[in-house]
Each structure stands twice: as structure tokens, then as C-alpha cells.
């Protein structure tokens, strides 16, 4: 049986990386990205390129997107020239992004009625796992669509979940990073604490880590906060825009979350201050000069 065309927008470190896996399985890709130098990457290795995301739905089978924000996902879906105008029925759409589930739950509606499947699908691990197709992936939504495109999702992931309905992948992936950057916050905040009344840092970590409170979390901390070397590989920026997703995901299930709240003020104020593009264990250095 022949392989789907796939098209994929968003070429980021994952993005690039999942592409080129692709294109070394023997898929056809169609790529669009705002980073010239990033499609002409892909295009070396045989990809094409187009001027629309129209054009792109309309010559693809499946659609993957590896994008930032829920608005320009939905940008790229509805724009006069976005996807929606051009997707054929039969084609699927997959969000590999860390998106709202309500805005994911509201496209698939839009393009169930045009025919189109959708899938949520956001991951876990590295850009290195995405380059040899070792991802973990999150994925939901109708189990038939899901049958469809698993075999492309077993080329790019190690673990392929499905679980259940669409929107639950969003949703799965939002709690999963509130719990691991609250964690983040707290063990960064923890060391800066120390540092402050005295007690050696790595003295701290000794101890802590004999405990239940040990985790590959506390290991990042520690790196940077006593090692100074920054090796999670996921910035404040964007555990800022997942913790405000969260948040608005807790407030459309009709609950709140003041945890969420206090790390979500955390990072913000890191954001502010310039510390965007760094990895979210720097929160250490804001930490440590955080006067009352």
C-alpha cells in the first residue's frame, strides 16, 4: 500500500526534526514554515513547498501541524486561504501542538462537517526522539480516524496513545505540564531558599533526593542550580503560554486552580524580566533575587 502525502506546518526544532523522519521513512512531503531556511532544509531532502496552507490541504492526504498557540493554529485553519479552504474529504488534520481543547474540539467540528477528520495528538520527549521517530504522542479523537493515521504515528513515536475522545490529547498534555512545571517552579524556588538561609545547594539535593520528592524534575533543577548547566530543553516562554492554557482549560471545566495560579505568576514575572528563551530551571536566577 502506497504511503499518504503528508503535509506538515511548523518546522521548529520538533517540527524539523519529525519532517526529516518522515522523509527518511520514504514519506512525500509538502512543508510551509514562515523560516525560509527551514523549508529549504526540507526541500533539499525532496520535500516541495507552497504559498498556502489552501494549496497544502488540497494536495496532502494528512495535514500535521507542529505549531505555537491555539490562535495561529486556528489562523492557519481559517484564514481565506487557511486549510479549511482547501481540505478534500477524507483528509485528516493532526495537532501535534499543545493547543485549548475547547479551540481544538471547535475546528474538528468545523471540519467534520466538511468531511475531514481531525486528531489531537501533542507529544512528549525530545526534538532528538522526534528526529528517530521515538516520540511519545498524546493522541484523541474519533477511533476510526485514529486507525487511519496510526501507522504514520508509529513511524514518528515509540508510545502512540489514544485516549479517547478528541480533545482529551490537549487536555492530557496541559495537566501533564502543569504538574511538571509547578514542579519546576517549586524545586527552582526550593534551591534559592537555600541559598538565601545558608544551606549549601547541593547539600539540599543530597537530602531531597534520597526521598519520595526525587524526580527526573528535581535531577534538571539541580543542573542548573548547582551544576549551572541548562539542560531541560523547554523555555519559560512556553511553560508561560501552557500554565495560561491551563488555566483557561480549569475555568471552562468550571474549577479553578490556585496552584496553577501562584506557578503561572511565577513564570510571567520571569517572562517579564527577559528570562523568555531561557529553560524553565532558570527561574532559579529570579528566584534568587526576588525581594520581598
Known amino acids: 500500500m502506497s504511503k499518504p502525502t503528508i503535509g506538515f506546518i511548523g518546522l521548529g526544532l520538533m517540527g524539523g526534526n519529525m519532517v526529516e523522519n518522515l522523509q527518511n521513512r520514504g514519506y512525500e512531503l509538502v512543508v510551509m514554515d514562515l523560516n525560509k531556511d527551514a523549508v529549504a532544509k526540507c526541500v533539499e531532502r525532496g520535500a516541495k513547498t507552497v504559498t498556502t496552507a489552501k494549496e497544502l490541504a488540497a494536495s496532502t492526504d494528512i495535514v500535521m501541524l507542529c505549531l505555537t498557540t491555539s490562535a495561529i493554529v486556528e489562523k492557519v485553519v481559517y484564514a481565506d ?44 520527549r525530545t526534538p532528538a526522539h522526534a528526529k528517530d521517530g521515538l516520540l511519545n504522542i498524546m493522541a484523541a479523537g474519533d477511533l476510526e480516524t485514529f486507525n487511519k493515521v496510526k501507522p504514520v504515528l508509529d513511524d514518528q513515536g515509540e508510545n502512540v496513545f489514544h485516549l479517547g475522545e478528541l ?28 541559598d538565601r538561609a545558608g544551606v549549601d545547594r547541593q547539600q539540599l539535593f543530597d537530602i531531597m533526593s534520597t526521598g519520595p520528592s526525587n524526580s527526573p524534575f528535581m535531577h534538571f533543577c539541580k543542573n542548573y542550580a ?21 488555566l483557561q482549560m480549569v475555568a471552562d471545566l468550571g474549577t479553578e486552580s490556585k496552584i496553577a495560579e501562584g506557578s503561572s505568576a511565577n513564570l510571567q514575572a520571569a517572562f517579564d524580566a527577559g528570562m523568555g528563551q531561557g529553560n524553565v530551571p532558570e527561574i532559579f536566577d529570579y528566584f534568587k533575587k526576588l525581594n520581598k
Do not use: E, R
Open 226 to 246: 548547582v551544576d549551572n548547566v541548562s539542560d531541560l530543553g523547554f523555555s519559560i516562554a512556553n511553560a508561560n503560554k501552557d500554565l495560561g492554557y491551563f
Open 81 to 124: 486561504d487557511g486549510l479549511l479552504a482547501g481540505f478534500k474529504a477524507g483528509s485528516v488534520l493532526i495537532d501535534f501542538g499543545t493547543s485549548i481543547p475547547a479551540s481544538t474540539k471547535k475546528i474538528g467540528a468545523d471540519l467534520a462537517a466538511k468531511g475531514v477528520g481531525m486528531i489531537d495528538a501533542p507529544l512528549g
Open 167 to 194: 480533545g482529551a490529547g490537549h487536555t492530557t498534555k496541559l495537566i501533564n505540564n502543569f504538574m511538571g512545571m509547578t514542579t519546576v517552579c517549586a524545586m527552582s524556588q526550593a534551591f534559592a531558599v537555600a
